[in-house]
């Protein structure tokens, strides 16, 4: 058995102003789009978000939205931070920052304010991950 993906899938308010906020905004693609939610893809990484928007439904309350966060771990990521800062998407205190953990990261939130990291193996710790 092996793990192969995982998929984060991220409440928001406004289904449509976050789908344009992730297409110009984040560079990815709309691959499905229904009733409150939406799939969004960039290469190889699939995003889900969902509305949470009903105080009448329990586990869509408003209240949700802008409370998750995931990471995303990409190549180049020195590249990707330029473009996301032309966008003006870096999050005020996630700046590209090389971590004791043997990554390099940065952060973005969205309009509701899920925050989503991209990292990167630093060279000297790739020897010692396993895949």
């Known amino acids: 058995m092996k793990f192969l993906s995982a998929i984060p899938a991220l409440p928001v308010l406004d289904i449509d ?10 560079g990815f693609k709309m691959r ?4 409150g939610f939406a799939i969004l893809t960039r ?3 699939e995003i889900h978000l969902w509305e949470a928007n009903d105080p009448n439904i329990r586990g869509a309350e408003t209240f949700i939205a802008g409370t998750a966060s995931c990471r995303v771990r990409v190549e180049g990521l020195r590249a990707l931070y330029d473009e996301y ?3 003006n998407v870096i999050h005020p205190n996630g700046p590209l920052t090389d971590q ?8 973005v939130l969205d309009p509701d304010n899920n925050l ?3 990292c990167e193996p630093t ?3 790739d020897a010692y991950r396993t895949t």
């Open 123 to 125: 060279a000297e710790l």
């Open 100 to 107: 004791p953990w043997g990554d390099s990261d940065f952060s």
């Open 17 to 26: 102003n976050a789908i344009v906020f992730y297409e110009t905004r984040l």
């Open 43 to 45: 290469d190889a990484i």
């Open 32 to 35: 499905h789009h229904d009733s």
């Open 85 to 87: 800062q032309r966008q």
């Open 116 to 118: 989503i990291g991209f």
